[in-house]
């Protein structure tokens, strides 16, 4: 995986490197660092995705648009673009940061897609920048479901146990397996007068979401 590559899964081709490189570079590595791209590739992304809501979903209110677009462009979302785009493998990290596993830290990978964002806005302009956000979150937003936005399945299973007096779930991690790159979490969740179930995913907060709603389907709760 190099920065050709990227420009490949992307759909883009900078014609200034240098904006790519930066937008992969962490403060940690430098003072020429991705912050000011990220600054404005979060303001661009939100933008973008609050359009193309607006437009896709022509009855909902304001309410349900804001929460659909904050499932999209949320941290989790963002470093699940990033592993999908193996960022964590062209992030330039200090010594510090990189010994400490920083190339796989949520935090990081989803800063430096929103700096990947900001970098293509000012290489290519509006239209390349929403080009690629479209290519890169077409899936997602086509299985958006507006009825099920409200609040996910951690919280639901919450809410859930409390209003029954019931103590909270527990979530353990009982398995990592898969190269570094691409790395698959075992979560197992855990609730008093069940069995224990698990859920998987590129990383441990999707590992435990798809727990919680595994667990909320063998209790039989139905979303309301």
């Given at each position: 995986?190099?920065?050709?590559?990227?420009?490949?899964?992307?759909?883009?081709?900078?014609?200034?490197?240098?904006?790519?490189?930066?937008?992969?570079?962490?403060?940690?590595?430098?003072?020429?660092?991705?912050?000011?791209?990220?600054?404005?590739?979060?303001?661009?992304?939100?933008?973008?995705?609050?359009?193309?809501?607006?437009?896709?979903?022509?009855?909902?209110?304001?309410g349900v648009l804001s929460r659909l677009?904050?499932?999209?462009?949320?941290?989790?979302?963002?470093?699940?673009?990033?592993?999908?785009?193996?960022?964590?493998?062209?992030?330039?990290?200090?010594?510090?940061?990189?010994?400490?596993?920083?190339?796989?830290?949520?935090?990081?990978?989803?800063?430096?897609?929103?700096?990947?964002?900001?970098?293509?806005?000012?290489?290519?302009?509006?239209?390349?920048?929403?080009?690629?956000?479209?290519?890169?979150?077409?899936?997602?937003?086509?299985?958006?479901d507006p009825r099920?936005?409200?609040?996910?399945?951690?919280?639901?299973?919450?809410?859930?146990?409390?209003?029954?007096?019931?103590?909270?779930?527990?979530?353990?991690?009982?398995?990592?397996?898969?190269?570094?790159?691409?790395?698959?979490?075992?979560?197992?969740?855990?609730?008093?007068?069940?069995?224990?179930?698990?859920?998987?995913?590129?990383?441990?907060?999707?590992?435990?979401?798809?727990?919680?709603?595994?667990?909320?389907?063998?209790?039989?709760?139905?979303?309301?």
């Amino acid at each position: 995986m190099d920065e050709a590559s990227l420009q490949a899964r992307i759909g883009y081709s900078f014609r200034e490197t240098d904006l790519l490189r930066r937008a992969l570079t962490h403060r940690s590595a430098g003072t020429q660092n991705n912050e000011r791209q990220e600054f404005l590739g979060d303001a661009a992304l939100n933008f973008t995705v609050a359009r193309w809501l607006y437009e896709r979903f022509p009855k909902e209110r304001e309410g349900v648009l804001s929460r659909l677009r904050a499932r999209l462009v949320c941290t989790e979302a963002l470093a699940e673009i990033a592993e999908e785009l193996e960022l964590g493998r062209l992030v330039y990290l200090g010594p510090g940061e990189r010994k400490a596993g920083g190339h796989r830290r949520e935090s990081i990978l989803a800063d430096s897609v929103e700096a990947l964002v900001g970098a293509v806005l000012l290489d290519g302009g509006v239209e390349a920048m929403q080009s690629m956000v479209y290519r890169l979150w077409e899936s997602r937003v086509t299985n958006l479901d507006p009825r099920s936005v409200n609040k996910d399945p951690k919280t639901r299973l919450q809410e859930h146990l409390q209003s029954q007096g019931q103590p909270l779930p527990e979530y353990q991690l009982v398995e990592t397996v898969g190269a570094e790159h691409q790395r698959l979490f075992y979560i197992e969740c855990t609730v008093i007068g069940h069995e224990p179930v698990r859920g998987e995913g590129s990383s441990k907060r999707r590992a435990e979401q798809e727990a919680a709603q595994r667990m909320l389907d063998f209790m039989g709760v139905e979303y309301e």
